[in-house]
Nanobody, 127 residues
Framework: QVQLDESGGGLVQAGGSLRLSCAAS????????MGWFRQAPGKEREFVAA????????RYADSVKGRFTISRDNAKRTVYLQMNSLKPEDTAIYYC????????????????????WGQGTQVTVSS
């Protein structure tokens, strides 16, 4: 099994920054995709960003392009989400997810393609 542990959430003012981390433990995979999703109160879960293990396929939601950056430390089995210029509408629980496959450009945004999920970390942006 795989365990994903997110950290780095918190309360920040609009315009501020946060960096989320997601550390994977347990079973290892030579090929994988890791992504970030979020769910705001009363809304459905939505895709935020994702990247394959080699970085060849990286994709962002339109709402976060230019503000968020996903990065990986494969040796540490950790994926990061640097969030800058935060807005109140970014307030949500952020979830890390892992697929033990290479997800294509079209599939990488679908939550159903990911097999493992973290518990989530709360991000609150005040206006």
């Amino acid at each position: 099994q795989v365990q994903l542990d997110e950290s780095g959430g918190g309360l920040v003012q609009a315009g501020g920054s946060l960096r989320l981390s997601c550390a994977a433990s347990g079973r290892t995979f030579s090929i994988y995709t890791m992504g970030w999703f979020r769910q705001a109160p009363g809304k459905e879960r939505e895709f935020v960003a994702a990247s394959t293990w080699n970085g060849f396929n990286t994709r962002y939601a339109d709402s976060v392009k230019g503000r968020f950056t996903i990065s990986r430390d494969n040796a540490k089995r950790t994926v990061y989400l640097q969030m800058n210029s935060l807005k109140p509408e970014d307030t949500a629980i952020y979830y890390c997810a892992l697929s033990p496959t290479y997800l294509s450009y079209n599939r990488i945004t679908s939550g159903g393609e990911y097999e493992y999920w973290g518990q989530g970390t709360q991000v609150t942006v005040s206006s």
